[in-house]
């Protein structure tokens, strides 16, 4: 009788894998299990090796962004409901830096494609509701424009979470998607308002956030 997996044993691992890449150890199957209690072969068991454990670690990341936009609130402002999205993009990239670094190496295969497709569904959702609201001209393509915004969080993401620039530098967020909006359509003023009120829903966590 196969015997039964336990989660908190695969999150463990995944969980000192980044913490490694955080400290910049190597990470191989001995140094990975020391001080565990769990042996090497629980990387085979949990993973298949190595590199299933890094493509379970990209997967972990879009899994816990997709639990991070779901949990943006919507309003009855859609340009709004698309700022705050981008804000809870750059929050969990600050809240778990490590796995944010993994989740975007096309090396390793991803467990479940489709399921990291969403996390920019919901950005793509958000356009339509805008257009829908009158708020972009009726000709913007909403994959085109969620793309962008989705540049503009990843592009401040990385240079705070992973790069050399300081947190405030996030408040940029708020100019360059006020930017991106009013070309778009949106008028000025309504535009900077909704962006500065999503922009605000997502507190930014500690870089050593769960």
């Not at 980044?18 to 072969?41: D, F, H, I, N, W």
């Not at 050399?164 to 308002?193: E, I, K, N």
Request: glycine content about 8%.
């Amino acid at each position: 009788m196969a015997r039964t997996k336990d989660p908190a044993i695969r999150s463990l691992l995944i969980e000192r894998a980044a913490m490694m890449l955080r400290t910049r150890e190597p990470v191989t199957l001995r140094s990975l299990v020391t001080g565990t209690g769990v042996s090497t072969m629980a990387v085979y068991t949990y993973f298949g090796g190595m590199d299933g454990l890094w493509t379970a670690m990209r997967q972990e990341g879009f899994k816990r962004l997709a639990a991070r936009l779901d949990a943006v609130p919507l309003s009855t402002d859609p340009v709004r409901d698309l700022a705050a999205l981008g804000a809870a993009y750059v929050s969990n990239a600050l809240a778990a830096p490590d796995l944010y670094r993994i989740m975007f190496d096309a090396g390793f295969e991803l467990e479940d494609a489709k399921a990291a497709d969403e996390t920019l569904h919901c950005l793509v959702n958000a356009v339509e509701r805008a257009k829908t609201a009158g708020r972009f001209h009726a000709d913007i393509d909403p994959l085109t424009l969620a793309t962008q915004s989705w540049v503009i969080g990843h592009g401040l993401a990385s240079l705070v979470a992973t790069g050399p620039l300081p947190h405030p530098v996030l408040t940029q967020g708020v100019h360059m998607l006020t930017a991106l909006f009013t070309s778009s359509g949106d008028a000025a003023d309504s535009c900077r308002r909704s962006v500065e009120l999503g922009w605000q829903t997502s507190p930014v966590p500690p870089k050593d956030g769960p």
